[in-house]
């Protein structure tokens, strides 16, 4: 079975700093992986996703994420944080053999970046 | 380019009634279709996902069920609702292929609120 972790239910940040919301998975074999973003009572919004080659993908609105198989975690960052980029983000992995295209989600982490 | 919708966006139903939402996607064909839950805005729970016509795959027991009476239709349903089914509940779509890494694209979301 595949499984996502979270490890922190919130991160705070100052504008203008480096934001990393960290994401540990568990798959038995190589794993696709994906990053959301969800507004206030919205849906959610897809980021970027790791399939297979380089290890550091880039996404949308100057997000990125860099794959590591040997700590298996795809963490989400982005240089420079922006107070529009709060908001709760989800990590999501697929194990290659799942049916259905189906995704497993982590728990979600919320981020507040102050002015 | 696709557009996915579902309504309606808020819901207040009194426990014991019935329940049915709506989700449609435009723009694509044989779509692999989900409805999940979304508990206290934060993690998601799979309810339904659907490959084809009439054919729905449950993840999780429950007084919900689903259907997909067209290709780009996909409707959730309760005969009575309970007070635990209150929550958001998203749809989302994804391009069919078992072996490459859809993403998958949520709509706007549905608030239920059972009193």
């Known amino acids: 079975a595949q499984s996502v972790a979270q490890p922190e239910d919130q991160v705070n940040v100052a504008e203008g700093n480096p934001l990393t919301v960290k994401c540990t998975y568990s798959?038995?074999?190589?794993?696709?992986l994906f990053w959301y973003v969800q507004y206030p009572n919205r849906g959610l919004q897809f980021l970027l996703k790791?399939?297979?080659?380089?290890?550091l993908v880039k996404g949308s609105y100057g997000f990125e994420a860099e794959f590591n198989k040997s700590q298996t975690s795809f963490h989400l960052k982005k240089p420079s944080a922006l107070v529009s980029d709060s908001a709760l983000y989800f990590c999501?992995?697929?194990?290659?053999?799942?049916?259905?295209?189906?995704?497993?989600f982590g728990g979600g982490t919320r981020v507040l970046v102050k002015p | 380019s696709q557009t996915i919708h579902q309504w309606p966006a808020t819901l207040v139903q009194p426990v014991g009634s019935p329940l049915s939402l709506e989700c449609t996607v435009e723009?694509?064909?044989?779509?692999?279709l989900y409805w999940y839950r979304q508990a206290a805005g934060r993690g998601l729970q799979l309810l339904f996902y659907?490959?084809?016509?009439?054919?729905i795959s449950s993840e999780v027991p429950q007084n919900l069920s689903a259907s997909r009476p067209q290709d780009r239709q996909f409707i959730l349903s309760s005969k009575k609702l309970l007070l635990s089914d209150s929550g958001f509940y998203l749809c989302?779509?994804?391009?069919?292929?078992?072996?490459?890494?859809?993403?998958?694209?949520f709509g706007p979301g549905t608030r239920l609120t059972v009193t």
């Open positions: 723009g694509t064909s044989n779509p692999n």
């Open positions: 798959v038995s074999g190589n794993p696709y």
């Open positions: 999501a992995v697929r194990d290659r053999l799942a049916a259905g295209n189906k995704l497993t």
């Open positions: 659907s490959v084809g016509i009439g054919q």
């Open positions: 989302a779509w994804s391009f069919r292929g078992p072996q490459i890494p859809y993403e998958q694209y």
């Open positions: 790791y399939i297979t080659g380089d290890n």
